[in-house]
């Protein structure tokens, strides 16, 4: 358990501390006889795993490597999909046009949600309120997307008509080049930062308020204690958080399926809305099949990097 | 009791897809459910007329509508081939049969035409050729045609002093855009009231557009730009049907485009990017566009805005004096794995004889594919005080050129829709073409 002892020292920076050894794992061999026991508890979850996730990936990494259009049988055509794809203008703009996205989506929302999280706990103590936080986040995706382009939308939007009644030009939120990826991004951060701050809010609460005290004590400035005890202590709750949203981040679709449909000309066709289309458009499920393989590596790497980098597997109340 | 009779049909379905898997003999008795699917409900109420009569004449055979918007009907209809749930019957159109065709999706007409004597030269011509594979079968019965022509708002041009007979008459070619662009030019208003064609006009200021823009029309430019660039002798392919090379490359087709996407620099029409969300007959109701270009499928919804007066007119005179309108027709089609293909075949028929289209033509909505229907069509609309003759009179005059019908149009559009939208926001200029016209081509190597 912690005691105030192990814990690191605020003003030398808890990030820096140095490592400690981790409790040594209880014995391979104990209790083998558990083993059914857990698998039964497992299985349910397993079946579920096997038949959604596992099958389908195996399937997937198979017709990445086929010439397939769903009527019909995949024909093998080895890597002939990928290197397409390498050369593929407008793949690599999609993942130019998704990283923008990624970028401007996780930024804010995460800047947002940390700073709503703070509140939630330090200002804003009643249930109603926290609740109302979490509001955007119970609208369905789809709704929340036809929501924001009907009040984005540039002749009859009430956001235009305010723009407008201010004497400033109305602005194509959805229809220009420059502004269709930002504005995906802003109706998607609107979405989630009730959740994520809420994520990050039970974070916050497994903060040891004693540490706290002992800051105060010291006469660390509220700044002080933010980045050398709440940060650093909040780090793999943020780690976990990142990575989540990240993921999620990197697979939007609907917002983008409702609203601009990849336009205009190809400023909003992320990497999923190319996949669509490369499938269920142009019945090339081959190609759109190795793009989603491509996908599929690229978040297994982000993934790794995150855990591996911001050490999120280890909290430093330990 | 309901319960039993359920059981029942259920029964019969398996029975008869038993059947329909031995491949053998055809189902032998035409009864039982069938589905039907259409996407364009304003004309829902005529064909659940028709299968209500339909169901009248045949007790054994029930029909169940579904209409589905445009944008989900596709994949639904690609998504139900794999499943084994389409429709058994379904309404097909020209860009997406070819591919349905060659996988084999749909069901070959030509036996029940043979066998129940159907008169194809009694369809308006030209149609029933349209649904004829590259295999030489047929895989529809047309069921109506549109052709496009100028939506205006009448209180507009009167404001403008334009007659009827002068906005019939309209010329137009791909230099100076002819009276159709003083026209377009006159009905342009900015904020301060004055005309897009006066001094002192604020391009940046527009309360009324000369031209409605919808969008950049992808690679058809079906009611956006065809019926230009068919003037001037442009052809989407080198043939018709089932061409394999496009004509983006063509200077008469870029010259065509880059006078229309000039429009927006001059102030005429509105930028692209209003366009995405918005709905160009909504803003013709609103009053923020004086003409728009689009097809008599959308006379009805024209006419259902209160307080706008909506007259038409033909598309104007190319330079060699000669309009043009892309001549679209609808057909049904049959799925090639329905479970009821006798039911289902029966069903088209009625689809496409008198006693279907003229229901069809008396709600005044579509022009029905057999002549007599569209005459009684034309008919209908003239008593709801409709004057037709904009459309009809490219068929009278054989200025009609078909809808292009190619392969890989999916993947056309593809190309075609970013490339067009990058020339008409001004991104790229039409010469840009070429490029997207030699990625189109390598599709066919």
């Known amino acids: 358990m912690t005691t105030i002892t192990k814990l690191p020292d605020p003003v030398a920076g808890g990030s820096k501390h140095p490592q400690r050894g981790k409790n040594p794992r209880p014995g391979r061999g104990r209790r083998l006889g558990d083993l059914r026991i857990a698998l039964l508890f497992i299985l349910p979850a397993m079946v579920g795993f096997v038949a959604f996730f596992l099958i389908p990936t195996i399937r997937g990494i198979y017709l990445s490597f086929t010439e397939y259009s769903v009527l019909g049988d995949p024909t093998w055509i080895g890597t002939k999909n990928y290197t397409a794809i390498f050369a593929d203008e407008l793949f690599w703009n999609a993942m130019a046009v998704t990283v923008q996205y990624v970028g401007l989506n996780i930024g804010f929302q995460t800047v947002i949600a940390l700073g709503l999280a703070l509140l939630m706990h330090r200002v804003a103590k009643s249930t109603l309120i926290r609740g109302v936080l979490l509001l955007p986040f119970l609208v369905a995706n789809v709704i929340v997307a036809l929501l924001w382009f009907w009040m984005l939308d540039y002749q009859i939007g009430i956001v235009n008509e305010i723009i407008n009644w201010f004497g400033l030009p109305r602005i194509a939120f959805f229809g220009s080049e420059q502004w269709a990826i930002p504005t995906i991004a802003g109706v998607n951060v609107w979405r989630h930062m009730g959740y994520t701050a809420l994520l990050i809010f039970a974070g916050l609460q497994s903060i040891p308020s004693h540490v706290y005290e002992v800051a105060s004590l010291d006469g660390a400035s509220q700044t002080r204690t933010f980045w050398s005890i709440t940060m650093p202590l909040l780090r793999p709750v943020l780690v976990l958080v990142l990575v989540v949203t990240v993921i999620g981040s990197f697979q939007v679709f609907d917002t983008v399926a409702v609203t601009t449909g990849g336009g205009p000309i190809n400023a909003s066709r992320v990497i999923q809305m190319y996949i669509y289309q490369k499938a269920f458009g142009e019945s090339d499920f081959g190609y759109a099949s190795a793009l989603s393989v491509i996908l599929f590596v690229i978040l297994a790497l982000v993934a790794f990097i995150q855990m591996k980098f911001l050490k999120g597997n280890e909290s430093d109340l330990d | ?445």
């Not at chain 2, 330079?319 to 006798?342: H, T, Y």
């Not at chain 2, 993947?411 to 189109?440: R, Y």
Request: aromatic letters at 10%; hydrophobic letters at 40%; one cysteine or more.
């Open chain 2, 1 to 445: 009791m309901k319960k039993t009779l359920g059981a029942v049909a259920a029964a019969a379905a398996i029975a008869l897809s038993l059947s329909a898997c031995g491949g053998s003999a055809p189902a032998a008795e035409a009864k039982g459910e069938i589905n039907y699917w259409l996407w364009d409900a304003n004309q829902l109420p005529a064909y659940q007329q028709c299968a209500d009569d339909f169901t009248k004449a045949n007790p054994d055979i029930k029909v169940k509508i579904t209409q589905r918007g445009w944008d989900d009907y596709w994949t639904t209809l690609t998504n139900g081939f794999v499943a084994g749930t389409a429709p058994d019957v379904f309404t097909n159109h020209l860009s997406k049969y070819p591919e349905y065709a060659a996988k084999k999706q749909l069901l070959s007409l030509d036996d029940a035409v043979a066998k129940d004597g159907i008169k194809l030269d009694s369809y308006t011509k030209g149609l029933p050729e349209l649904w004829v594979g590259q295999d030489g079968k047929r895989y529809g019965l047309p069921k109506d045609w549109d052709t496009v022509g100028l939506f205006y708002n009448k209180a507009m041009t009167d404001s403008a002093g334009l007659t009827a007979e002068q906005m019939a008459n309209l010329d137009w070619n791909p230099q100076d855009g002819g009276s159709y662009e003083k026209a377009i030019a006159h009905l342009t208003v900015d904020k301060n009231g004055a005309r897009g064609d006066e001094a002192g006009f604020d391009k940046n200021n527009v309360a009324v557009y000369g031209l409605g823009l919808a969008g950049g029309g992808s690679g058809q430019g079906q009611t956006e730009w065809s019926f230009l660039t068919a003037t001037t002798g442009w052809t989407h392919t080198d043939q018709n049907p089932w061409g394999t090379k496009f004509n983006y490359d063509d200077p008469r087709f870029q010259e065509t485009i880059a006078w229309w996407a000039g429009l927006i620099e001059k102030g005429y029409m509105p930028k692209l990017e209003t366009t995405v969300g918005a709905s160009l007959a909504d803003n013709f109701g609103a009053g923020k566009a004086a003409i728009n270009t689009t097809g008599d499928w959308l006379i009805g919804q024209y006419q259902s805005y209160k307080g706008v007066e909506t007259a038409f007119a033909p598309t104007p005179k190319g330079p060699e004096g000669k309009r043009a309108s892309m001549f679209n027709g609808l057909a049904d089609s049959v799925w090639a794995g329905s479970k009821n293909p006798a039911a289902a075949v029966k069903w088209v028929e009625y689809l496409g004889s008198t006693a279907c289209q003229d229901v069809v033509a008396k709600k005044a909505v579509v022009f029905p594919a057999l002549t007599s229907s569209s005459e009684i069509a034309a008919k209908a609309f003239a008593d709801k005080g409709t004057d037709v003759s904009a459309f009809t009179t490219h068929v009278k005059d054989g200025t009609t050129f078909l809808f292009p019908i190619a392969d890989k149009a999916a993947k056309v559009d593809g190309i075609m829709k970013p490339a067009m939208d990058a020339v008409l926001a001004g991104k790229k200029p039409a010469s840009s073409l070429t490029e997207a016209n030699n990625q189109v081509n390598a599709l066919f190597k």
